[in-house]
């Protein structure tokens, strides 16, 4: 059988490669540490999974519109008030998952031959979004000079006719760092006014108190919003996000969920109800406190055995950690951390190609006791590596 040809364009997803090989490692007996998958080790909030027990209860297993239960959608523009931000829960389209959020702008925004810019690193999934609708993605190698962000010429110099739009995630995977309130504003008044901008925002609300802006709604009415339920919220396996679109967009975005989803779980948007409760979201800034206080011990931990965190974390529950110190490139790093010390985590190679042999990203998703663990190994692996 022949297989389409964008197949060959699209990278395994490597993170998912090395947690096979871990789970294989622990059906062989091994105790192995897992920082390599972006889930943190919480449980569902219980007001969510209550809530969830109670629509299946109830019956409540048919099809919703294929924009999401109104009530859901009047919910999410109710949190952004709280943000000062005015959403109109018309241009809300809850999705299956940031993912199917990620299809449907794709099918509605690119056309084959058409480019869209990401980050170099980037979340690796949005080039496959692109080549999906026959398009392809332009990489900006973006540094620790300036925070792993793009900047405006940064953008300039990467623009061709062809370009269609940004796509800029804040904070980002896999370096937990945000798009800076400045440049996120002359984005949104520079570009042309056919191009458009999309800002990730699934790790919104896993931020430090002193990110200068919540949402890029609060700094311009022009992004495109990518949101989740999956990390904030902790609903990994609901499978459920939405996306804030302007008004002129709804009636596409609507048009392509009808023929390519039909809807959202059901269950799951009568769960993400609970998930905006004031119960829920205390449950939530009470867990986003835990990782950054994971966060802050793996990064001086790692500091003390000379790998280097070149930039701390706006958010999310990543550190991209230069590895160089010790000899080795992070696709080796990683392969013996895993078969030698039995710690999980992933190379830089997932997230693209700029100084990608130089960065390992490790994800703050376990207790603070395994990050101890995990420091341990990894001063015995580092001493053995510089050794060789």
């Known amino acids: 059988m022949k297989t389409a040809e964008r197949l ?55 099809y919703t519109s294929a924009t999401g ?57 949005n080039q496959v979004f692109a080549e999906s609708v026959g398009a392809s993605v332009i990489r900006v190698p973006v540094s620790a000079r300036s925070s792993f962000q793009p900047e405006w010429s940064d953008i300039e110099a990467a623009w ?21 309130r400045a440049t996120l504003s002359h984005l949104a008044r520079s570009l042309p006014e056919s191009a458009f901008l999309i800002v ?26 990518l949101q989740s339920f999956s990390k904030y919220f902790g609903m990994t396996g609901w499978r459920l996000g939405w996306i804030v679109v302007p008004d002129r967009l709804v009636d596409a975005v609507r048009r392509l969920a009808q023929n390519l989803y039909i809807c959202p779980p059901t ?10 409760s004031e119960e829920a979201l205390l449950e939530h800034e009470r867990r986003g406190r835990i990782i950054r206080e994971r966060i802050a011990r793996l990064a001086e931990g790692l500091e003390s055995i000379g790998l280097k965190v070149p930039v701390r974390p706006d958010g999310a529950f990543y550190l ?34 700029h100084d990608a ?4 990203r490790f994800a703050c998703t376990v207790d ?7 420091l341990l190994r990894l001063g015995r692996a580092v001493e053995r590596f510089k050794a060789l």
């Open 357 to 360: 042999e130089r960065y390992v």
């Open 69 to 125: 239960l109104p009530e859901l959608r009047h919910a999410i523009a109710a949190y952004y008030s709280r943000f000062g931000v005015e959403v109109n829960p018309e241009q809300v389209v809850i999705t299956s998952g940031a993912s199917g959020g990620l299809m449907l702008l794709a099918a509605a925004l690119l056309d084959p031959g058409d480019h869209m810019l990401v980050t170099d690193p980037g979340y690796p999934c």
């Open 320 to 353: 991209y950690v230069d590895i160089s110190s010790s000899g080795l490139t992070a696709t080796e790093f990683s392969r013996r951390l895993l078969e030698e010390f039995h710690v999980a985590a992933t190379p830089g190679l997932d997230f693209g190609d």
């Open 368 to 374: 603070l006791d395994v990050i101890d663990e995990v």
């Open 200 to 225: 990730d925002e699934i790790y919104q609300g896993l931020t430090s108190t002193q990110s200068e802006y919540p949402t890029a709604l609060a700094v311009s009415s022009r992004p495109i919003v």
């Open 160 to 180: 061709r006719p062809s370009v269609r739009g940004v796509l800029l995630a804040s904070p980002a995977n896999p370096t937990g760092t945000m798009v800076p």
């Open 267 to 276: 269950v799951s948007q009568h769960a993400a109800l609970a998930a905006l």
């Open 8 to 62: 060959e364009r699209i990278r395994p997803f490597r993170v998912m490669e090395i947690l096979d090989r871990a789970q294989q490692l622990e059906r062989e007996g091994a105790s192995i540490l897992h920082m390599e998958v972006g889930e943190p080790d919480f449980p569902v909030a219980e007001p969510i999974r209550m809530a969830g027990v109670e629509a299946l209860q109830r019956g409540h297993t048919r």
